[in-house]
Structures are given as C-alpha cells and as structure tokens.
C-alpha cells in the first residue's frame, strides 16, 4: 500500500496542514490531476490516524500499525479500487457491511474508494447513507480525476479537497531528490504538475511526437492550407494514431503546449516557455501566425479535446481544428 511520512509529502501543503491537524470529516474528496499524491495522502492520513507512536503530526513509520499500512494489510485500512474497469455494486456493499464494524485495533477505520469515478450509478446509490452518515468511528475518502463525473448526490455528500498541480520546481527538485536521471527539467516542464506522470514520462517518445506536432504548425505556417495538414495527417504514423482517442488527446495536449509557447514568446515572456529546445523556430513561428491565430487555434484544441474525452470520432475532431483555426489571421 502506498503512502509516506507526511513531511516528504510534495506540494498542496494547505491541505497536508489542515489533514495533519486532525480536521478530517467523516467523508472527503479528494480531487485533481492523475498521479499528484491524493491517494497517497489520503493512505498516509489513515496511517496517521492509527499511529500508536505518533510524535507531533506525523508517522513514526515503526509501530506496528505504521508497519502495517506500509505493506497493505492494516485491518483498518481498507482501499477499494477499480476491477475490470469500475467500481460495482458488490464492491461498495462491502463497504457498507464493513462500516459498522468498530476498529479492529486502530482508533478509526479508513475506507479509501479510488478512481470513484468509475462507480456505477447503482454502486453510487447503494453507498449515499453511508457517506452521509458514516459511524463516528470511520473515515471515507473519494478519491478522483473526475469528479464531475460523480453523481451530484455524491459530491453533495462530501467534503471536497481540490489538489492543485505541482510547480515546475517543485517536481524537479523531487526528481533530483530521487536521483532521477535524464533531461529532468525537459521532464519536469513536461509533468503537466504531476509527479506521477513524470515518473511515467518517455520522455524521447514525448519529444517525438512533439516534433510531428511542430511539423503540422511548421507546414500549416507555410501554406496555410488544410490540404498540407492533410497530406501530413495521410503518413505514417499519424495515419495510423489519429483513429486512437488516446494518441489524439496526447496530440492535442502536445499542441496546446506548443500554442501556448507561441503566445508566451509573441507577449515576450520566454521564461515562461516548456520547449526551450525549439525556441528559435517557435519565435519565427509566433510572428508569421500572430496573436488571433494563436487565440483561436488554442481555443479550437480545448474544444477538440471536450469533443474527443466526448467520444466524437478522434480522428474528425483532429482534422476539423486544423479547418476551424482558419478564424484567426496569420500576421494579425
């Protein structure tokens, strides 16, 4: 199981303060950016809590109890993930069965639902009282990306904790903490504020596919034509991802970087920028295009993405914000 001392606990430290400080509700939700520590918080709170050795606000990391929320087997731990996809029905009755029990040998019982947003509806159903009304001696934690995906009596029922993304500084001086090797502050640019993608993070297959993205903007620079983008679009392997809803979000995640790179040099705010590898070129880009292209085309991939994470065709919503960016004027 998952969890850490609450010292080495990395950004969103309003939060950590207020948990630490015992100012848990009876039911919380937790939410924000895939791999930014809501799940670990919310194990090493349980931890916490069920310490028998706990010096001022944070883990011995020795007792018994710590020792075993370490390895996954506290008894009054429980964390509750996704099987073949969801959260079912079955799962969360367990959880309603298991809430009355008292702690077997802690001072509260912790009942972690990951992912909740992958709850059915008649999942979500069957744990409202639950979480409405916990017994005095239990904790529920949700912990979610997504959370309007949740049912609105779910969030209604919750106190909720919002997660912000990391600074730059903060995930590379973790990485450097870890000895973490490679291009870290190329990785840490690239984390989108979390350090869990940028353990994860490929960071050659990332510039890769950034540097096809910069293609189709260096080739719609020259032409200014949809048919370049096309022809582009036509070769492998852009022929072969754009039919991939997941490779197109990372494309267009790619290109809402690049644009708004372009806007940050065109405003004279280089600092600012992630791809400092390619300045130059993106300097030349930012005058040709200029500031009302920059406007609509970044405007145009938030509404790709919506329509992609809404499952219109990817492959149309990749080609169609090529057509729409047309709106703005090169040289404006």
Not at 174 to 200: K, T, V
Not at 263 to 272: E, G, N, Q
Not at 275 to 292: C, H, K, V
Request: glycine share 6%.
């Amino acid at each position: 199981m998952e969890g850490m001392k609450l010292e080495d606990f990395v950004g969103n430290q309003p939060i950590v303060h207020l948990m630490r400080n015992g100012h848990l509700p009876p039911a919380g939700l937790f939410t924000g950016l895939d791999g930014i520590g809501k799940k670990t918080l919310a194990l090493s709170l349980a931890a916490l809590a069920n310490c028998k050795d706990s010096r001022g606000q944070d883990l011995c990391g020795k007792c018994s109890s710590c020792l075993k929320a370490a390895a996954g087997h506290h008894p009054d731990i429980r964390l509750f993930e996704p099987q073949k996809g969801s959260l079912k029905i079955e799962t969360m009755r367990e959880l309603n069965r298991e809430v009355r029990f008292r702690p077997f040998e802690g001072r509260f019982r912790f009942f972690i639902i990951d992912q909740a947003e992958t709850m059915t509806e008649a999942a979500a159903n069957s744990i409202l009282k639950t979480i409405e009304e916990p017994p005095d001696s239990s904790r529920i934690i949700l912990v979610t990306a997504f959370p309007y995906q949740l049912l609105p009596t779910i969030r209604s029922r919750c106190q909720i904790f919002p997660f912000h993304p990391l600074s730059q500084k903060e995930i590379l001086a973790y990485l450097r903490d870890q000895g973490s090797i490679g291009d870290l502050e190329m990785i840490a640019a690239y984390s989108e504020g979390s350090i869990g993608r940028a353990l994860q993070l490929d960071l050659e297959e990332t510039l890769e596919a950034r540097d096809l993205m910069l293609e189709l903007l260096s080739s719609w620079c020259a032409h200014q034509s949809f048919k370049a983008v096309f022809q582009k679009c036509e070769q492998s392997p852009l022929k072969t991802d754009l039919k991939n809803r997941e490779r197109v979000l990372r494309y267009l995640d790619l290109l809402q970087v690049l644009g708004e790179d372009l806007y940050f040099i065109y405003v004279d705010t280089p600092h600012r920028v992630t791809n400092r590898d390619r300045i130059e070129e993106l300097g030349q880009l930012s005058q040709a295009l200029g500031l009302n292209w920059m406007r609509s085309f970044l405007y145009h991939v938030g509404q790709s993405k919506w329509e992609v994470n809404h499952y219109v065709n990817p492959l149309m919503c990749f080609e169609t914000l090529w057509i729409m960016s047309r709106t703005g004027t090169p040289n404006a």
